[in-house]
């Protein structure tokens, strides 16, 4: 079965940087449409950012637009999250998805077009 397995998580102070990764299991996943979610201490998982299957569009939780950027490199079957200026509140798990129904062009925020999905890298983000 193909798998999703995040990287990179770990503590950072208020104002650091993470990046995380995301390496897809078979290179089919990476023909498809991806996004990042969290679920942050006592919430319902969010949308973080996503990307279309060509990486030319991307879309942000407004909270982490200027701050965060998603990327992907398809020849390494690995998708980013570059977090910089880290605050407490991005404290969360952080999950990677993909869809395989993608439209091309297109980018998801609802986290029901996701068919696989990562089992998260936890991020700290605390003094």
């Known amino acids: 079965q193909a798998q999703l397995v995040e990287s990179g998580g770990g503590h950072v102070q208020p104002g650091g940087s993470l990046t995380l990764s995301c390496t897809a299991s078979?290179?089919?996943?990476?023909?498809?449409?991806m996004g990042w979610f969290r679920r942050g201490p006592g919430k319902e998982r969010e949308f973080v950012a996503a990307i279309s299957m060509g990486g030319y569009r991307t879309s942000y939780k407004d909270s982490v637009r200027g701050r965060f950027t998603i990327s992907r490199d398809n020849a390494k079957n690995t998708l980013y999250l570059q977090m910089n200026k880290c605050e407490p509140d991005d404290t969360a798990v952080y999950y990677c998805a993909a869809n395989s129904r993608s439209v091309s062009g297109a980018v998801y925020s609802r986290d029901d077009f996701y068919q696989y999905w990562g089992l998260g890298t936890q991020v700290s983000v605390s003094s």
């Open positions: 078979e290179r089919t996943l990476m023909s498809a449409a």
